[in-house]
C-alpha cells in the first residue's frame, strides 16, 4: 500500500517536475535583442492601470544589448509630483517606479530598482537599487542610469500635465550577471507610485495582477530573445480560414484608446480611458515615444474561436492576417512601424470593453513591418503575422485565440489604420482573419526494447531511477549513456525515457 502511493506521488511529482508547463501562471515576455544598441520603437511592450483623474496607465518597454538591459516607461498621469529634497529626497513620496528583477543562474540575486521622477535636479539621490537578502531589501553600490522626462505644464503645481517617463539602463556586470543567453529566464515586475498634491498620499499600481514585491513567484516571466516555432512531423493536413462570418463563424473584435482621431471631444482623464468603441468598422494602432501625445495612442483586440480545428490535431502553422487602408499624419510625415501581437487571457465584451479595463498581455508572440499605406484599393495592403506559436498553445489550452494588437513606436503621426472584423460584407476579405493549418502527429519514437532494470539487481526501483535520472540530468545526450537509458532509442537522452521507467517501476 505505502509502495503504491510513494511511487504514484513519486510519479506525479516527476511529471510536475520535468513537464513544460503550457499556461503560463504569469505573464511572460520575449526580450528582443539588440546587438547594436536598443531600438525604442523595436522593444517589447507591455502595460498595467488605467487612465482617469487619480489613476495611472503606464507603458513598459524592455529590450537588452550586449551589455545592459534596457526599461523605460511611460505612465498617463495628470498631476506630477516629487520631493524636492533633492539631497535626501523620500523616493516613495512621490510620482515613481520600482522595478523589481531576478536574475537566474548558480549566482542568483533579486534586486529593487527604483527611480522617482524630478525636474532640474542631478538624478543621483533620486534613484537606488536594493538587493533581497531574505526578506530585508538592502541598498548596494551597483551602477545603474535612470533618465526622468514629463511632459505637460510642470511638476509641483494642480494644473493638468499629461505624464512623466523614466528611462533605465542597467548593466548586466551591476546584477551580478553575463549577457543572458538566448532563452535564458529571469523574473520582472513592476510598481508605479503616484501622489497627486503636495500634501497627499501615495497610490500604488502594481504588475502584473497580484504581485508580492518580496515574492518572486508572483512575478511575471523575463524570457531573453525571441523564441521561434518549429513545425512538427505530421501527416493528413488540413487548412482552415477563420474569418467573421465565413461558414458561420464569429470573430469579435474591439479597439480601445483614441480611435483614429485622438479622443476628439473627449475629456482626456474622465472619459478617454473609460470610450467603448463597438461595431466600429476599422482600427487604429498608435502610440510614440513623447507621452504627451498618448490621446492619440490606440490598441486593438481580436477573439477567434478554435472550434474549426478538430480535437486531437497538432498545430503545423498559423498565419494573421490584416488590411491596412489608411495611416495617420499628412503624406510623408510618418514611416513603417514594427506592430505586435499579444495573446491575452482574460475574457473581454466588445460592448463593454475601454482602455481602463481591457486585459493586459500574456505574451508577446509576433511582429511585422507596417509600411505606411499605399493608394487604396480594396480591401487594402495585405499583412502576416506568424502565429503558430500563440495558436499552438491556445489550441493546446482548450481555448480561443484571444489577441491584443499594440506597438511600441517611437514617431509621431505613427498610426497605422486596418480593416476591422464590423466591415460590411461588400469587403469581407479585409476582415481579420487566421489561417490555420493542422494534421495528426507522426510517430517516430521507436518501441523501447532495453530493460528498465539497469543495475541487474532483478528489481526495478528506484535504484534504476536514479541512474536514469542522473543521466538525464547530466549526461545531455553523450553517448556514454545513451546505449544503457535510451530506451526508446531516438538518440536522446529526454524526459520519454524518464516516464518509461517510471511506468515500469
Request: aromatic residues 14%; hydrophobic residues 35%; charged residues 15%.
Amino acid at each position: 500500500m505505502w509502495k503504491v502511493k510513494f511511487f504514484s506521488f513519486f510519479a506525479f511529482s516527476l511529471l510536475t517536475l520535468f513537464t513544460p508547463s503550457l499556461v503560463w501562471a504569469q505573464p511572460v515576455i520575449h526580450l528582443p535583442y539588440f546587438p547594436y544598441g536598443v531600438r525604442f520603437s523595436e522593444t517589447a511592450i507591455t502595460w498595467f492601470g488605467a487612465v482617469t483623474g487619480s489613476d495611472n496607465y503606464t507603458d513598459l518597454r524592455l529590450g537588452y544589448s550586449d551589455t545592459e538591459l534596457f526599461i523605460t516607461n511611460n505612465t498617463f498621469d495628470r498631476l506630477l509630483w516629487y520631493d524636492t529634497n533633492a539631497s535626501s529626497p523620500n523616493l516613495q513620496n512621490g510620482d515613481a517606479i520600482i522595478i523589481y528583477l531576478q536574475t537566474s543562474g548558480i549566482n542568483q540575486k533579486t534586486f529593487k530598482i527604483t527611480a522617482q521622477l524630478n525636474w532640474w535636479e542631478s538624478r543621483t539621490t533620486y534613484q537606488k537599487i536594493e538587493e533581497l537578502n531574505g526578506s530585508v531589501w538592502q541598498s548596494v553600490a551597483v551602477p545603474f542610469t535612470s533618465i526622468s522626462g514629463w511632459r505637460g505644464n510642470a511638476p509641483l503645481d494642480s494644473v493638468d500635465d499629461r505624464g512623466w517617463s523614466m528611462i533605465f539602463h542597467v548593466p548586466f556586470t551591476s546584477l551580478g550577471a553575463g549577457v543572458p543567453t538566448q532563452g535564458t529566464k529571469w523574473k520582472i515586475a513592476g510598481s508605479v507610485l503616484d501622489k497627486n498634491s503636495g500634501n497627499g498620499g501615495v497610490v500604488t499600481t502594481g504588475w502584473p495582477t497580484g504581485i508580492q514585491s518580496t515574492t518572486p513567484t508572483t512575478w511575471a516571466t523575463l524570457s531573453f530573445g525571441i523564441p521561434g516555432f518549429i513545425q512538427p512531423q505530421t501527416i493528413n493536413n488540413q487548412t482552415v480560414t477563420i474569418r467573421h462570418k465565413l461558414n458561420g463563424i464569429q470573430v469579435v473584435d474591439a479597439s480601445v484608446g483614441g480611435d483614429t482621431v485622438c479622443g476628439e471631444n473627449l475629456d482626456f482623464f474622465n472619459q478617454w480611458g473609460g470610450k467603448n468603441y463597438a461595431g466600429l468598422d476599422r482600427f487604429n494602432i498608435q502610440n510614440q515615444e513623447d507621452v504627451a501625445d498618448w490621446p492619440c495612442f490606440n490598441k486593438e483586440y481580436i477573439h477567434f474561436p478554435l472550434t474549426s480545428v478538430p480535437a486531437g490535431k497538432e498545430i503545423v502553422s498559423a498565419r494573421l492576417i490584416l488590411h491596412e487602408f489608411g495611416n495617420s499624419g499628412n503624406p510623408g510625415e510618418t514611416i513603417h512601424s514594427l506592430i505586435q501581437v499579444m495573446r491575452v487571457k482574460d475574457i473581454w465584451d466588445e460592448n463593454t470593453i475601454t482602455w481602463n479595463n481591457a486585459p493586459i498581455p500574456i505574451e508577446n508572440i509576433s511582429s511585422a513591418w507596417v509600411d505606411p499605406a499605399p493608394p487604396l484599393v480594396w480591401p487594402g495592403a495585405e499583412y502576416i503575422w506568424d502565429v503558430s506559436k500563440g495558436v499552438k498553445d491556445s489550441y493546446t489550452e482548450g481555448g480561443p485565440f484571444n489577441i491584443v494588437i499594440y506597438t511600441a513606436d517611437y514617431q509621431y503621426s505613427s498610426g497605422k489604420y486596418f480593416v476591422s472584423s464590423d466591415t460590411g460584407d461588400w469587403n469581407e476579405v479585409g476582415r481579420p482573419t487566421v489561417v490555420i493549418t493542422y494534421g495528426d502527429l507522426t510517430d517516430i519514437s521507436p518501441t523501447p526494447t532495453l530493460s528498465p532494470d539497469r543495475n541487474n539487481d532483478t528489481k526495478v526501483n528506484s535504484m534504476d531511477f536514479g541512474y536514469v535520472s542522473y543521466a538525464y540530468g547530466s549526461s545531455l545526450g553523450q553517448t556514454k549513456y545513451d546505449s544503457l537509458v535510451d530506451f526508446n532509442h531516438d538518440g536522446l537522452i529526454n524526459f520519454l525515457d524518464v516516464i518509461y521507467l517510471i511506468s515500469r517501476i
